[in-house]
Every structure is written in structure tokens, then in C-alpha cells.
């Protein structure tokens, strides 16, 4: 399965980092990735695939809204089907 992980906020340093660290150390495979920083704003969109994740996507999107958090940023994570779906016209 795949999804889709946004995370949006304050420039700092550490933001993909962790991120990748959380998903490295599950076993979530980056499939692509896009970061900007847009007036100050640090902006990335991930889409991964959890094939061989020793986690769901429930427990993920728990881990790393709280690790966010903890750097001032929003996450969101979400099922790539759910997200096609949504930004469908």
C-alpha cells in the first residue's frame, strides 16, 4: 500500500531527517519526494510505500504526528487511493 505524507510549517533544521529516520527505521520506502521552503515555509510531500513496513499506516500517521509536533509542524498522513481521490476533478 501506499500513501502519501505532507508535512508543512516552520523552516528548521531537522524536519526531513526525522521524517526519514521514522520511515528508514520501519522500513517504509520513500517511492518520491518534494520539499520547498515557500516564504518561510518549509513544504514536503512524500509518497511511500509500506510493502514492507514492520508498522501500519495507522500506527505511522500516530508516530509521526507526534514526532512533527515535537518540531512545530504539521504531518499528515495518508492513503494514497483516499488522497487520488480527493484531488480528482
Not at 501506499?2 to 520511515?23: E, F, P, Q, W
Not at 500516530?62 to 499528515?76: I, P, Q, S
Amino acid at each position: 500500500m501506499k500513501a502519501i505524507i505532507t508535512v508543512v510549517g516552520g523552516d528548521k533544521v531537522g524536519i526531513i531527517a526525522k521524517v526519514s529516520a521514522y520511515l528508514a527505521g520501519h522500513s517504509i520506502n520513500i517511492v518520491d519526494i518534494t520539499q520547498t521552503i515557500l516564504s518561510g515555509n518549509f513544504v514536503m510531500m512524500m509518497m511511500v510505500d509500506f510493502e514492507n513496513a514492520d508498522t501500519d499506516i495507522d500506527s505511522a500517521r500516530k508516530d509521526l504526528t507526534a514526532r512533527c509536533t515535537e518540531l512545530g509542524v504539521e504531518c499528515n498522513v495518508m492513503n494514497e487511493r483516499v488522497f487520488s481521490a480527493m484531488h480528482r476533478i
